[in-house]
């Protein structure tokens, strides 16, 4: 048996661990919290006070509440497993604990890409999270304007800003299409129901759309060099803000991540994992 099959196999032993997969789980509610929070941060600007509107923002809140530190180590590893869960994933292919291949649709490289990206993302909420648990957490918005200043001042780093803003385009249209077309049902062990199709399908248009207006905004900044505009999710709710009826945008967003809150909680009990 090769190495690589040896490591294979190691993965696939682990995924069977219901320790490992219910942890996993958790960092699903994980995310459903921080949504949440980011869906009052938002509403909280339409109705005119301040805030990040972004994972910062989200942990920033938990930090300030009574016992936030002990609920943001926890937050962190749940994280932390869900992106272990995630890199078996891009081992060994989706849903490790069913006995399958691939569904169709997508291929099985496309698959573990994706499952990487997202191992990706979710160490980089758990390391924010242990940063403000540890009390050296900082919003992300002037971090982000300061390296996109910086990027803007060469050709590669500009090349890197539009490649952000294309993949976040991309990344925010798949979340749209998938809810438009009802395609998250399939991350799940059930058919949906009276409220989980609809909570889904406002959830994932709602997220596709701030995301998709980070990354136009990130492409705005670098047409524009102006390094304020490429913040992410932040700025995207700041910008719609502006826009006519900027008010009512704002809360239909608050509601529509909110809802992607709620749908990570049923993914929480009823993901395939």
Do not use: C
């Not at 900082?138 to 996109?148: I, M």
């Amino acid at each position: 048996m090769s190495a690589r099959s040896s490591a294979q196999d190691a993965v696939a032993r682990a995924t069977r661990s219901n320790a490992f997969e219910s942890a996993a789980r958790i960092g699903y509610a994980v995310s459903g919290v921080l949504h949440l929070l980011v869906g009052y941060i938002i509403l909280q600007i339409a109705l005119g006070a301040g805030g990040e509107a972004d994972s910062s923002g989200a942990l920033g809140t938990l930090a300030r509440q009574t016992g936030g530190a002990a609920m943001l180590w926890l937050a962190a590893i749940g994280l932390l497993a869900l992106a272990l869960w995630r890199l078996a994933e891009t081992a060994v292919g989706p849903h490790p604990s069913e006995r399958y291949d691939e569904e169709q649709g997508e291929t099985r490289v496309t698959k573990r890409l994706k499952s990487f990206s997202l191992a990706v993302i979710y160490i980089a909420v758990a390391y924010s999270a242990i940063k403000f648990a540890s009390g050296g957490g900082q919003p992300h918005t002037a971090r982000n304007t300061e390296l996109s200043a910086r990027l803007m001042g060469s050709g590669a780093g500009k090349a890197v800003l539009i490649a952000v803003g294309l993949v976040l385009v991309g990344v925010g249209g798949y979340h749209a299409y998938k809810g438009f077309t009802k395609r998250f049902l399939k991350d799940l062990k059930v058919g949906g129901g009276r409220w989980i199709t609809p909570i889904g399908v406002v959830g994932y248009i709602a997220k596709g759309l701030v995301l998709g207006g980070a990354g136009v905004l990130v492409i705005v900044a670098w047409l524009t060099a102006d390094p304020s505009k490429a913040t992410g999710v932040d700025a995207a709710a700041k910008a719609l803000g502006t826009a006519p009826f900027g008010k009512f945008l704002l809360i239909a967003a608050a509601l529509g991540i909110a809802a992607f809150g709620l749908y990570s909680f049923v993914r929480s009990r009823h993901a395939r994992m």
